[in-house]
């Protein structure tokens, strides 16, 4: 069982930066791939990013390429999400999520845990 708690949302102006964080409870938690995903109003989920068990290998939504980058540190069973250049557009909930398989996160947007999500509002 893992559990997941994200944190280090907020409102931020356009331009701005924000970092987000997901603490996982456990100790398999490096056994895990780990993904953001973010769901505006009225739009479904989406994904944002992964990282795999190790850190290495990261992958990226063609919208955040270049201004967001994912990373973890297993010592400390944290992934982050830094988040630079923000746009209104990536006002949206933020939500970390856990699984043993990439393909899962990445190509069909499941996963086995999901933490409670993160609010990130960018104002123009």
């Known amino acids: 069982q893992v559990q997941l708690v994200e944190s280090g949302g907020g409102l931020v102006q356009a331009g701005g930066s924000l970092r987000l964080s997901c603490a996982a409870s456990g100790r398999t938690f490096s056994s895990y791939a780990m993904g953001w995903f973010r769901q505006a109003p009225g739009k479904e989920r989406e994904f944002v990013a992964a990282?795999?068990?190790?850190?290495?290998?990261?992958y990226q939504a063609d919208s955040v390429e270049g201004r967001f980058t994912i990373s973890r540190d297993n010592a400390k069973n944290t992934v982050y999400l830094q988040m630079n250049s923000l746009k209104p557009e990536d006002t949206a909930v933020y939500y970390c999520?856990?699984?043993?398989?990439?393909?899962?996160?990445?190509?069909?947007?499941?996963?086995?845990?999901w933490g409670q999500g993160t609010q990130v509002t960018v104002s123009s």
């Open positions: 999520a856990a699984d043993r398989q990439m393909r899962r996160l990445r190509a069909q947007g499941l996963a086995d845990y």
């Open positions: 990282i795999s068990w190790s850190g290495a290998s990261t």
